[in-house]
T-cell receptor, first 113, second 111 residues
Framework: DGGITQSPKYLFRKEGQNVTLSCEQNLNHDAMYWYRQDPGQGLRLIYYSQIVNDFQKGDIAEGYSVSREKKESFPLTVTSAQKNPTAFYLC????????????FGPGTRLTVT | RKEVEQDPGPFNVPEGATVAFNCTYSNSASQSFFWYRQDCRKEPKLLMSVYSSGNEDGRFTAQLNRASQYISLLIRDSKLSDSATYLCVVPNTGTASKLTFGTGTRLQVTL
């Protein structure tokens, strides 16, 4: 089955620790994205990548880092510099960089205490 | 005006009812629009695309009013399974790939 997987589904961390969220896709999509969703707010773009070995900051990149070493994988690291890391994190992919139809993974719910 | 604005709801409707949501957008240059559906604590899934005046898929109709800068989603003969949050999505013009998501409108269909 083709799709996007994110792991883990739930993640708990202590404040001050970096944490890496996994995102893998086998759809052969070029572009991948990371969003966070907070209650009462729309999805906000953290980082996106249109091609391997290249990525751009989104609207709220501070406190996050990404890498895109393989087409299938786009891990997101939430660093200790992120002031409010507790959120629902969603990874998405699309066929091309300018395709607006994005397909989402099931998300990772991160809680930092 | 916000980039994308939606009434958060909730819209509580009985099964079989017709319900409509509106979404306003600020960028008059936007050419395409999307409605995504998001179930509670799940990922968003593409419901419909709107590239011109409108689009119809079964019980769902999306319409675009460029003059007033809004898109609407009409659901006919509501089912219990239609209960979800509906997200209005507008691509950022001039920047490939970036989408602006509305906060969503919550629909609850009841017996």
């Amino acid at each position: 089955d083709g799709g996007i997987t994110q792991s883990p589904k739930y993640l708990f961390r202590k404040e001050g620790q970096n944490v890496t969220l996994s995102c893998e896709q086998n759809l052969n999509h070029d572009a991948m994205y990371w969003y966070r969703q907070d209650p009462g707010q729309g999805l906000r773009l953290i980082y996106y990548s249109q091609i391997v070995n290249d990525f751009q900051k989104g609207d709220i990149a501070e406190g996050y880092s990404v890498s895109r070493e393989k087409k299938e994988s786009f891990p997101l690291t939430v660093t200790s510099a992120q002031k409010n890391p507790t959120a629902f994190y969603l990874c998405a992919s699309s066929v091309q960089g300018d395709s607006y139809e994005q397909y989402f993974g099931p998300g990772t719910r991160l809680t930092v205490t | 005006r916000k980039e994308v604005e939606q009434d958060p709801g909730p819209f509580n409707v009985p099964e079989g009812a017709t319900v409509a949501f509106n979404c306003t957008y600020s960028n008059s240059a936007s050419q395409s629009f999307f409605w995504y559906r998001q179930d509670c604590r799940k990922e968003p899934k593409l419901l419909m695309s709107v590239y011109s005046s409108g689009n119809e898929d079964g019980r769902f109709t999306a319409q675009l009013n460029r003059a007033s800068q809004y898109i609407s989603l009409l659901i006919r003969d509501s089912k219990l399974s239609d209960s979800a949050t509906y997200l209005c999505v507008v691509p950022n013009t001039g920047t490939a790939s970036k989408l602006t998501f509305g906060t969503g409108t919550r629909l609850q269909v009841t017996l």
